[in-house]
């Protein structure tokens, strides 16, 4: 049943909504399936009908209707400070639009009213210079817990009437004398409104006082594809939610809460593509991670006080979280809209509150269906650079200078470090012995073998080596079993000072991946670190390590060879195999294995990034350009 608070007459039943939001959108389909309606009146000037109708039979294709008006429109979102010159205030031009947007709750009436053959009716003042009422208000989640006419009934006391002498005033009483007008030829009309503009209409509807307002001249509306990539300044919505809103209406999916059930689909895109891109450096985004996103996004989402996340807080989650490549992948696959024109004419770049026609010309734009209010707000992610910048690095790499970038020199000597730490103890536990407990408890009770001879009362004691032994060669096996042709480039590097180790390692070709000038980078598949450093052979072409048949021999024959230390540590996926152990047999070392699972992903991933830099002088600047995964 409509409730009474939404009868402005005996004929005239409200919706009051807010523009741009997929929850009211899905409201109004709602009750105009549920109920019988011979008429709908939109908020909206009779001279837009026949474009924008005719704009809304080539949906799901968004586009817009542009009204060009007289004198520019300020927004009262830019600072009083910003001021502008008069003369240029002046000379600007000024156009009102109404978006047709797939998610917006008056096209979506005007929508299922062509579908059902219902009339349609514009209802709004012809205004040369439009004023539009917009304010900030609640989250259209609410709609989920509460109903419309509660949700709307509970705005009316922070509502501002409008004064005798605005422009506000006068489309209320003509929105209310032409319902008025309706109500004699319809007996139950549906009116799809602002919410900030019902209780108003209402009061007019009522008033036996009611005069109409005269129209002004007015310009003839233009029909204009908007461009692709501007897409997210004329939706409500994300472009990416807009666009699964429109699949569920296609194949007659249950479309209730995909303002938020779509984030977690926009999260799990974005990683294919991620995945995709970064092949196997990127971080594994599990079900975890994604559940730490959503928690990010959602504390940010309630400091802000609201309910439905802005694309500010999902990027900033993404970024904190999973790290900047995933967090360019998700604002990129937000943007993206699946239902798009096969060929784009006339069509114009839209932002916030301007917009470039295809003449060139800027034009200050104000919406008249306008939603919550929107502002910029800045989030450093670093860019990915396009193919004619990659050409232009690539062609001018010398090939005869090559460095190491030294942020990622000291991530990887820690790593090196914590190994050695970590091995280290792995061989003391191995030398633990166990005795029983006479006068001293040694090193500590040893609890497993206390409890395994519990039944005659005994306590054993563990007795540490005075020596664990040390270590001087580390051998890091990112991928394995390993690809040769993914892994060409095969060096040894020296070190610069006493600090780090002798570097051998096989990784991906750096000369196919420029990420700026001077600046190239490589992916490791494995590694040997001998430190302190010593001088050594290349290992690639060291004739004593003929025997090696992939690539993880090479570097074990080599670690085991250069090695002064009868251990080696040993890091993989795997423990080491009859193969690699005869290699260490065969050199007289042994492996210590510490399995790649005990260390995060994040900190594996981020390990495995080597940036080539072309000549020192290339350090100063790099840091503009390197981006995290």
Same mark, same amino acid.
């Given at each position: 049943?409509?409730?009474?608070?939404?009868?402005?007459?005996?004929?005239?039943?409200?919706?009051?909504?807010?523009?741009?939001?997929?929850?009211?959108?899905?409201?109004?389909?709602?009750?105009?399936?549920?109920?019988?309606?011979?008429?709908?009146?939109?908020?909206?000037?009779?001279?837009?009908?026949?474009?924008?109708?005719?704009?809304?039979?080539?949906?799901?294709?968004?586009?817009?209707?542009?009204?060009?008006?007289?004198?520019?429109?300020?927004?009262?979102?830019?600072?009083?400070?910003?001021?502008?010159?008069?003369?240029?205030?002046?000379?600007?031009?000024?156009?009102?639009?109404?978006?047709?947007?797939?998610?917006?709750?008056?096209?979506?009436?005007?929508?299922?009213?062509?579908?059902?053959?219902?009339?349609?009716?514009?209802?709004?003042?012809?205004?040369?210079?439009?004023?539009?009422?917009?304010?900030?208000?609640?989250?259209?989640?609410?709609?989920?817990?509460?109903?419309?006419?509660?949700?709307?009934?509970?705005?009316?006391?922070?509502?501002?009437?409008?004064?005798?002498?605005?422009?506000?005033?006068?489309?209320?009483?003509?929105?209310?004398?032409?319902?008025?007008?309706?109500?004699?030829?319809?007996?139950?009309?549906?009116?799809?409104?602002?919410?900030?503009?019902?209780?108003?209409?209402?009061?007019?509807?009522?008033?036996?006082?009611?005069?109409?307002?005269?129209?002004?001249?007015?310009?003839?509306?233009?029909?204009?594809?908007?461009?692709?990539?501007?897409?997210?300044?004329?939706?409500?919505?994300?472009?990416?939610?807009?666009?699964?809103?429109?699949?569920?209406?296609?194949?007659?999916?249950?479309?209730?809460?995909?303002?938020?059930?779509?984030?977690?689909?926009?999260?799990?895109?974005?990683?294919?593509?991620?995945?995709?891109?970064?092949?196997?450096?990127?971080?594994?985004?599990?079900?975890?991670?994604?559940?730490?996103?959503?928690?990010?996004?959602?504390?940010?989402?309630?400091?802000?006080?609201?309910?439905?996340?802005?694309?500010?807080?999902?990027?900033?989650?993404?970024?904190?979280?999973?790290?900047?490549?995933?967090?360019?992948?998700? &604002? *990129?696959?937000?943007?993206?809209?699946?239902?798009?024109? +096969?060929?784009?004419?006339? %069509? @114009?770049?839209?932002? /916030? =509150?301007?917009?470039?026609?295809?003449?060139?010309?800027?034009?200050?734009?104000?919406?008249?269906?306008?939603?919550?209010?929107?502002?910029?707000?800045?989030?450093?992610?670093?860019?990915?650079?396009?193919?004619?910048?990659?050409?232009?690095?690539?062609?001018?790499?010398?090939?005869?200078?090559?460095?190491?970038?030294?942020?990622?020199?000291?991530?990887?000597?820690?790593?090196?470090?914590?190994?050695?730490?970590?091995? &280290? *103890?792995?061989?003391?536990?191995?030398?633990?012995?166990? +005795?029983?407990?006479?006068? %001293? @408890?040694?090193?500590? /009770? =040893?609890?497993?073998?206390?409890?395994?001879?519990?039944?005659?009362?005994?306590?054993?004691?563990?007795?540490?080596?005075?020596?664990?032994?040390?270590?001087?060669?580390?051998?890091?096996?990112?991928?394995?079993?390993?690809?040769?042709?993914?892994?060409?480039?095969?060096?040894?590097?020296?070190?610069?000072?006493?600090?780090?180790?002798?570097?051998?390692?096989?990784?991906?070709?750096?000369?196919?991946?420029?990420?700026?000038?001077?600046?190239?980078?490589?992916?490791?598949?494995?590694?040997?670190?001998?430190?302190?450093?010593?001088?050594?052979?290349?290992?690639?072409?060291?004739?004593?390590?003929?025997?090696?048949?992939?690539?993880?021999?090479?570097?074990?024959?080599?670690?085991?060879?250069?090695?002064?230390?009868?251990?080696?540590?040993?890091?993989?996926?795997?423990?080491?195999?009859?193969?690699?152990?005869?290699?260490?047999?065969?050199?007289?070392?042994?492996?210590?294995?510490?399995?790649?699972?005990?260390?995060?992903?994040?900190?594996?991933?981020?390990?495995?990034?080597?940036?080539?830099?072309?000549?020192?002088?290339?350090?100063?600047?790099?840091?503009?350009?390197?981006?995290?995964?």
């Amino acid at each position: 049943m409509i409730h009474e608070i939404l009868e402005i007459g005996p004929h005239v039943t409200a919706m009051p909504v807010i523009h741009g939001r997929g929850d009211f959108a899905w409201e109004v389909r709602k009750i105009m399936i549920q109920h019988q309606f011979d008429c709908v009146a939109v908020p909206i000037p009779y001279s837009f009908q026949q474009e924008v109708q005719a704009a809304c039979l080539q949906l799901p294709v968004p586009s817009i209707v542009i009204q060009r008006e007289d004198s520019a429109y300020r927004s009262p979102w830019v600072p009083e400070s910003e001021e502008r010159d008069s003369d240029n205030e002046s000379d600007a031009k000024a156009a009102s639009y109404v978006p047709i947007d797939p998610c917006q709750p008056v096209i979506a009436a005007i929508r299922t009213a062509m579908g059902e053959h219902i009339p349609c009716k514009f209802i709004d003042l012809e205004t040369q210079n439009y004023q539009p009422n917009a304010q900030i208000l609640p989250d259209a989640y609410a709609l989920k817990k509460i109903a419309v006419q509660k949700f709307a009934a509970a705005l009316v006391p922070h509502m501002s009437p409008p004064t005798h002498n605005d422009q506000w005033k006068d489309r209320i009483n003509y929105m209310a004398w032409r319902l008025r007008e309706l109500s004699v030829d319809y007996k139950k009309i549906l009116f799809v409104t602002n919410i900030l503009d019902w209780p108003w209409i209402r009061q007019a509807f009522q008033d036996s006082n009611l005069v109409c307002p005269e129209h002004e001249s007015v310009h003839d509306p233009v029909h204009h594809q908007v461009d692709n990539d501007t897409l997210y300044f004329l939706l409500g919505e994300l472009p990416f939610i807009t666009g699964l809103y429109e699949r569920a209406r296609q194949e007659l999916e249950n479309d209730d809460n995909l303002s938020i059930d779509g984030i977690k689909e926009l999260l799990i895109c974005a990683r294919d593509e991620y995945v995709a891109e970064f092949g196997n450096r990127a971080r594994k985004i599990t079900p975890k991670l994604l559940s730490q996103i959503l928690k990010y996004t959602r504390n940010l989402t309630l400091i802000e006080s609201c309910l439905t996340p802005q694309l500010i807080d999902i990027i900033t989650a993404s970024k904190q979280v999973a790290g900047d490549g995933y967090a360019l992948h998700v &604002l *990129e696959k937000s943007k993206q809209y699946p239902y798009l024109p +096969e060929f784009e004419s006339d %069509s @114009i770049r839209m932002s /916030i =509150d301007r917009a470039a026609f295809p003449d060139g010309q800027i034009y200050s734009m104000v919406n008249r269906l306008p939603g919550t209010p929107r502002i910029y707000r800045n989030i450093e992610l670093t860019p990915r650079p396009d193919d004619r910048q990659v050409k232009d690095w690539q062609q001018k790499w010398n090939p005869y200078k090559q460095c190491s970038w030294p942020p990622e020199d000291e991530i990887i000597e820690n790593f090196r470090s914590t190994v050695f730490d970590r091995a &280290l *103890e792995t061989m003391g536990a191995d030398l633990v012995q166990t +005795e029983k407990f006479t006068t %001293s @408890i040694k090193d500590g /009770i =040893d609890i497993r073998e206390t409890v395994r001879h519990w039944y005659d009362g005994e306590i054993h004691v563990k007795v540490l080596p005075p020596n664990q032994g040390k270590l001087d060669c580390a051998v890091i096996l990112f991928d394995s079993p390993a690809e040769p042709r993914e892994y060409p480039w095969r060096t040894t590097w020296f070190a610069e000072h006493k600090n780090e180790s002798t570097l051998a390692f096989f990784a991906t070709d750096f000369s196919d991946q420029p990420v700026g000038p001077g600046i190239c980078l490589a992916t490791y598949g494995g590694a040997m670190f001998l430190f302190p450093p010593v001088a050594i052979s290349d290992i690639w072409s060291d004739k004593r390590l003929e025997f090696a048949t992939t690539l993880e021999e090479q570097i074990l024959g080599a670690a085991c060879l250069h090695s002064q230390c009868p251990h080696i540590a040993l890091v993989s996926s795997a423990p080491p195999g009859q193969a690699w152990n005869q290699i260490a047999k065969k050199f007289g070392k042994k492996f210590v294995h510490l399995p790649l699972s005990r260390f995060s992903d994040s900190t594996v991933q981020q390990l495995r990034m080597v940036h080539v830099l072309n000549g020192h002088e290339v350090r100063s600047y790099a840091a503009d350009f390197i981006r995290k995964v």
